[in-house]
């Protein structure tokens, strides 16, 4: 459990990287899901929102997947152009590489996604003057120890002064952890993070705060000891 001025929010490590995957919600293309059921679906003890979704007017329903993602092999989506966006990618070699979203996907990489901005690069802070405001937020990344690290941060509940942080806080609170790739992902009313049956943290979004946040077209699942898929 993390805990600033303007923000609380939750810190996961997670000690073998061959555990996680990223995992589609069932119904990519037409609807998404929460990301504790995509986990459930796939034996995961942890669960957190990956890839950012088409959202017009603030009433997308998760279906339809923003930029380009890889879970498992497979490809979904389209690369992102501008040039500001990323893709973390997860390698057999159980590593994180952050690329450039219009680049070509490394060879060996099994699972990834697209945003911005690149946080952390082989140990080094990018600052943004772009993501200063505070705002939940969801990010991931990888330590020294090749350890993962999920960190979500919940806001937007100002009548309780929680208001979120900036990406930069994110990148420092990492960078604790020994933490040599991080990127950051979609917030806002989409960050969650799940664990063994529950949410530990609340959505920013009122109509979801208790039920698991918005619906997504994937998460980040990190599964039980001795689970495996065909």
């Not at 994180?96 to 911005?116: L, R």
Request: glycine share 14%; proline share 3%; charged share 20%.
């Amino acid at each position: 459990r993390l805990k600033g001025s303007t923000y609380r929010g939750v810190l996961v490590i997670m000690k073998d990287p061959s555990r996680l995957s990223l995992q589609a919600a069932s119904t990519l293309g037409s609807v998404g899901q929460v990301c504790g059921k995509i986990a459930e679906a796939h034996g995961g003890v942890i669960g957190m929102t990956g890839s950012g979704f088409i959202d017009p007017g603030g009433n997308g329903n998760g279906g339809q997947l923003a930029g380009y993602a890889m879970s498992n092999g497979e490809a979904h989506g389209t690369h992102f152009g501008a040039w500001a966006y990323k893709r973390i990618e997860l390698h057999e070699d159980n590593l994180f590489y952050i690329k450039d979203a219009n680049s070509t996907v490394g060879e060996g990489c099994t699972d990834a996604t697209e945003f911005q901005p690149a946080m952390i690069i082989d140990g080094v802070k990018y600052t943004t003057d772009y993501w200063t405001d505070t705002q939940p937020r969801a990010c991931i990344g990888q330590s020294d120890k090749y350890e993962i690290l999920m960190l979500v941060i919940e806001g937007r509940l100002w009548l309780e002064g929680i208001n979120g942080t900036s990406v930069n806080t994110c990148s420092d609170i990492l960078l604790q952890h020994g933490c040599m790739q991080a990127m950051n992902l979609d917030g806002g009313s989409s960050a969650m993070m799940w664990f063994d049956g529950k949410y530990v943290m609340r959505s920013s979004s009122p109509d979801n705060r208790y039920n698991g946040g918005r619906e997504c077209p994937n998460a980040w699942v990190y599964k039980a000891a001795g689970t495996f898929e065909e």
